[in-house]
T-cell receptor, first 111, second 114 residues
Framework: SQQGEEDPQALSIQEGENATMNCSYK?????LQWYRQNSGRGLVHLIL?????REKHSGRLRVTLDTSKKSSSLLITASRAADTASYFCATDTGGSYIPTFGRGTSLIVHP | DVKVTQSSRYLVKRTGEKVFLECVQDMDHENMFWYRQDPGLGLRLIYFSYDVKMKEKGDIPEGYSVSREKKERFSLILESASTNQTSMYLC?????????????FGEGSRLTVL
């Protein structure tokens, strides 16, 4: 069963705008990760945030984590057409550290 | 550069055939995973392996088996393929869980069972 659920399922924006997608999860986590998947390809790791962290940045990416609300957000600033992809959050819990993925957010950035 | 290689990008098989999906990583990673991805369902874990000759069932192991005889190779086996196993299969590897949670994925194997 899915631990994390992304929202929205689909997002369509213009180049230059910011894109925000959210992930909610059900049980306490060790860490939360965000991945990107271009159409028909494998997933690529974007960023990992640990349960004791609240915010991380990587280039145009900003990730926040609110463990009290069991949610995370991924912000892509100044989006580009090349950011068009599906974005997944993955959480792991307990001692096994096995990542469980959500269903993903499909982002389309129009040139 | 780290690399996870899946042997076949596209396969077409017939119902009842035995299917082997091969995955090789060159990063000396301990952990390896097989997920399947279906539209609207995201990624679901089939099996994972902590180390050589070790395997654990994931969320949807029915109809699948795995083999890990060497550290770098993790094979997914469909003993008797069925049409509901038509899917994208993704292999991933990871260093020890306590050191980093990042998964490295292969490009995927798209299997069609007729």
């Amino acid at each position: 069963s899915q631990q994390g659920e992304e929202d929205p399922q689909a997002l369509s924006i213009q180049e230059g705008e910011n894109a925000t997608m959210n992930c909610s999860y059900k049980t306490s986590i060790n860490n939360l990760q965000w991945y990107r998947q271009n159409s028909g390809r494998g997933l690529v790791h974007l960023i990992l945030i640990r349960s004791n962290e609240r915010e991380k940045h990587s280039g145009r990416l900003r990730v926040t984590l609110d463990t009290s609300k069991k949610s995370s957000s991924l912000l892509i600033t100044a989006s580009r057409a090349a950011d068009t992809a599906s974005y997944f959050c993955a959480t792991d819990t307990g001692g096994s550290y096995i990542p469980t993925f959500g269903r993903g957010t499909s982002l389309i950035v129009h040139p | 550069d780290v690399k996870v290689t899946q042997s076949s990008r596209y396969l077409v098989k017939r119902t009842g055939e035995k299917v082997f999906l091969e995955c090789v990583q060159d990063m000396d990673h301990e952990n390896m995973f097989w997920y399947r991805q279906d539209p609207g369902l995201g990624l679901r874990l089939i099996y994972f392996s902590y180390d050589v000759k070790m395997k654990e069932k994931g969320d949807i192991p029915e109809g699948y088996s795995v083999s890990r005889e060497k550290k770098e190779r993790f094979s997914l086996i469909l003993e008797s393929a069925s049409t509901n196993q038509t899917s994208m299969y993704l292999c991933a590897s990871r260093q020890l869980a306590e050191e980093t949670g990042e998964l490295f994925f292969g490009e995927g194997s798209r299997l069609t069972v007729l």
